[in-house]
Nanobody, 119 residues
Framework: VQLQASGGGLVQAGGSLRLSCAVS?????????MAWYRQAPGKQRELIAH???????KYANSVMGRFTISRDNTKNTLFLQLNSLKPEDTAVYYC?????????????WGQGTLVTVSS
């Protein structure tokens, strides 16, 4: 399975971005839960948003109310809408297959996409 995240960039605080994650290989992806992680400079990778195969959604407290996860099963694509961005949201954002919030990610990490938020 290949995971290709895209859509990152440089944005001012308060701005918005929409990230995409294309999943290829591994058959029908709709049976899997999907997750967004991020890794800020000098910090560990953290789970920030998750959507199950049935559409149940959970967010980390740090992004709740500002970020929205969604998926298009017909295109094997995962999305993350980032609104009201803060400088502390600066990180490399990654996606992965993950059945439930408490599970471990299933696949080798892709390259991720860099989000830089200026103050």
């Amino acid at each position: 399975v290949q995971l290709q995240a895209s859509g990152g960039g440089l944005v001012q605080a308060g701005g918005s971005l929409r990230l995409s994650c294309a999943v290829s290989g591994g058959g029908r992806q709709s049976i899997y839960g999907m997750a967004w992680y991020r890794q800020a400079p000098g910090k560990q990778r953290e789970l920030i948003a998750h959507i199950t195969s049935g559409g149940s959604i959970k967010y980390a407290n740090s992004v709740m109310g500002r970020f929205t996860i969604s998926r298009d099963n017909t295109k094997n694509t995962l999305f993350l809408q980032l609104n009201s961005l803060k400088p502390e949201d600066t990180a490399v954002y990654y996606c992965n297959r993950q059945i439930y919030w408490d599970d471990k990610p299933r696949d080798t990490w892709g390259q991720g996409t860099l989000v830089t938020v200026s103050s």
